[in-house]
């Protein structure tokens, strides 16, 4: 045999949760057995997450895809015994094909962590733009991009720097809310797995915005590739000269450090995130003082989540105009849609707002995995509302999901077939907000544990009308008393989950 | 092949010490020093908790409410195995309360217990991260996309257990 044979597969969570390592040691194996040179790439992961490992071979075409690779199917990539599992080139797949990929650009494509791959594929373009620019140019931009907090809360990201770049202090930190808890969302690690740079390329320019020279990455402890990646990552950086002090000669600091989380879920709220990057119990802080003017350690701080900062590369370089013409109404831009629990084919979907929750669920996922009638439809991870069949036509907006009742929150869409018990998972609701409450306010820590109680009673078909009546009325106290979301937003999948179960007994 | 042979590290002050005294100069670094010592002991021994008071300038009941208040941190020493099965939304819609179950009855263990043989922990977990090929498990700290019954049976076969 001949030529180089270059073979792409992921270093990526899902694709080695589903043996791509075993992948990568059969090639080495097959490639050995038929003298054949091959050069293995471990490249991030694509979002296309049903059809992993997903091994591309390169060829004078262009990378050819082939999907559910296992170790035993690896001979066939050598002698075109694989050739019925082919599914043509990766970039004309039309799940991938057909998505806005702005922030997620590069995932898949590159080898995650290589400098090179990511500066020929348009890395450090907006950084290198954002040093010539002044700070109150750099936040302009971004408050004109239209962007909006990606990790749920939806704040506009402009209007946040521009709050840190007016306080008077010497020392202002930019703090990456790393710790992705909510079900059904893994678009923060796949984009830390598969784009590391991207995020650091996206502090950084925060840092410049707002006058910052630390960041903390406060990264969620289940998460120990992303770690390893990114400690990778960091290390290249700064030897390149991307991190640390007078970066590329422009005079200004900066460097980042990762903090791991210890598995808490109300961590990823921010003020209670800031509490445990102090080294304290994560207990939510009142607000105000804002952490824009009181953040970490008392200083004005930045806190963003990982996409809305991996955002802030591509806006910088392709300017706000291009980004906020995605989108639609108050929601400009894209956004990763996370595609996940009994969907056939589940993975992450970057499209512009305004798309249907129809197209998401039917279109990209093609209905349910287990081929069962879909039910209901969490989104926005656990404080999200359940949606029904009639709800499938809501376009992916801000505004017509808060109309609705609804919360997009991080993106997270979790589908469940009509085997689903819908007072199951309102019990899951209250049984997890206890679990994880931070115990400061009442109406989160008490109210979560009779919630669950009153639930129980519903199941027990003990006096459904007076049982349901009160956990309305709970509710009604969670909402307008709690100190956060995790109590404050809790009744959003109680009610919605029971208004199904409402309709259905006819109570 | 039950074993009994239980990787626990023998307390050691000194141990401790070195752990500790690069975090304590972290600002904010208790955490951080949480971690080392539960990588350096399996768990976060009780001694500790005087020494972290002290290189941290905290009171011992400071100290014991930051180890309480994280699920991460335990008081005493896991399995030689562990095993964690997501309990979150996503693997609900791919049957994890079966897997659980599962679980369950072939190591004779609930949610949160350690065999008495101190050979094999079972908990549970709340979000891997992996939710596009649920249900989701974790063993001995490595991740397994879309676990059935039949493929968690021969994911312990391997594992020995």
């Known amino acids: 045999m001949s030529d180089l044979m270059t073979i792409y597969v992921p270093l990526e969570s899902t694709a080695r949760s589903l043996g791509a390592d075993d992948v990568v040691l059969a090639i080495a194996e097959q490639a050995a057995r038929c003298g054949q040179d091959v050069e293995i790439i471990r490249n991030g992961s694509w979002g296309m997450s049903w059809l992993e490992p997903l091994v591309e071979v390169v060829t004078d075409r262009g990378r050819m895809a082939y999907g559910n690779m296992t170790a035993d199917d690896v001979p066939g990539l050598f002698d075109g015994g694989c050739e019925a599992m082919c599914l043509g080139l990766t970039a004309e797949i ?12 590069r995932c898949g494509l590159t080898d995650s962590l290589s400098l090179d791959d990511y500066q020929t594929h348009g890395g450090f373009r907006g950084l290198e733009k954002a040093l010539g620019m002044t700070a109150g140019q750099i936040v302009a931009q971004v408050t004109a991009s239209g962007l909006r907090g990606r990790g749920g809360a939806a704040f506009p990201t402009g209007v946040k720097w521009n709050t840190v770049l007016s306080a008077d202090s010497a020392r202002k930190y930019i703090c990456c809310n790393a710790d992705e808890g909510d079900s059904g969302s893994f678009a923060d690690r796949l984009l830390m797995e598969s784009d590391p740079f991207c995020l650091i390329e996206g502090m950084i320019i925060a840092a410049l915005a707002v006058g910052a020279d630390k960041g903390f990455i406060y990264l969620r402890s289940e998460y120990p590739l992303c770690k390893e990646i990114l400690s990778e990552a960091l290390i290249t950086a700064r030897a390149a000269g991307w991190l640390g002090e007078n970066i590329k000669a422009s005079g200004r600091d900066f460097d980042i ?6 598995g808490s879920y109300v961590c990823g709220e ?13 207990m939510v802080r009142a607000k105000p003082p804002l952490p824009a003017l009181e953040g970490l350690f008392g200083q004005p701080t930045v806190v963003n989540n990982v996409l809305s900062l991996a955002t802030i590369p591509v806006i910088l370089d392709r300017g706000a105009e291009f980004y906020r013409n995605y ?3 108050n929601s400009r831009g894209t956004t990763a849609f996370q595609l996940a629990g009994n969907i056939a084919r ?9 798309i249907s929750l129809r197209e998401l669920v039917t279109d990209y996922g093609a209905g349910t995995a287990t081929g069962r009638p879909l039910k209901a439809v969490q989104v926005g991870g656990p404080l999200g509302a359940y949606l029904y069949e009639g709800d499938l036509d809501l376009p992916m907006d801000y505004e017509a999901f808060a109309d609705a009742g609804a919360v997009l929150g991080h993106g997270g869409i979790v589908v469940f077939d009509d085997s689903v018990d819908m007072v199951a998972q309102a019990k899951f609701a209250f049984d997890f907000c206890a679990l994880e409450s931070c115990g400061k306010c009442t109406p989160c820590r008490i109210g979560s544990v009779r919630g669950a109680e009153l639930v129980a009673k519903i199941q027990a078909g003990e006096d459904m009308a007076d049982n349901f009546s009160m956990i309305r009325e709970l509710c009604d106290v969670m909402e307008a008393g709690s100190l956060c979301a995790m109590g404050g937003m809790t009744p959003i999948p109680v009610l919605s989950a029971l208004k199904d179960f409402d309709r259905e007994s006819g109570q | 092949m039950p074993k009994n042979t239980r990787n626990i590290v023998d307390w050691d002050e000194g141990e401790a010490r070195r752990v500790i005294a690069p975090c304590a100069r972290l600002r904010g670094g208790l955490l951080e020093a949480l971690h080392a010592l539960q990588h350096a002991f399996g768990y976060v021994p009780e001694e500790s908790c005087a020494l972290l008071a002290e290189a941290f300038n905290l009171s011992r009941a400071e100290v014991y409410g930051v180890r309480s208040f994280y699920e991460d941190f335990r008081s005493a020493p896991s399995g030689d195995h562990v095993i964690e099965v997501c309990q979150a939304e996503s693997c609900q819609a ?8 599962h679980a369950q009855n072939i190591l004779g263990l609930r949610l949160g217990e350690t065999s008495v043989d101190g050979h094999v922990t079972l908990r549970a977990v709340y979000c891997l991260g992996n939710c ?8 001995d700290g490595k991740l397994y996309g879309r676990v059935s019954a039949e493929r968690f049976d021969r994911l312990l076969k391997k594992a020995g257990l």
């Open chain 1, 270 to 282: 921010e003020t209670a995130m800031l509490e445990s990057l102090e080294g304290r119990r994560g």
């Open chain 1, 94 to 105: 039309p799940y991938l094909g057909n998505q806005d990929r702005l922030t997620f650009g």
């Open chain 2, 132 to 139: 596009a090929v649920s249900p989701n498990i974790t063993l």
């Open chain 2, 94 to 101: 791919r049957g994890s309360r079966k897997l659980t179950a």
């Open chain 1, 257 to 262: 450090e990762i903090r791991m989380g210890a």
């Open chain 1, 327 to 329: 989108g639609q109404g």
């Open chain 1, 346 to 354: 589940s993975g992450l979907v970057e499209k512009a707002f305004g």
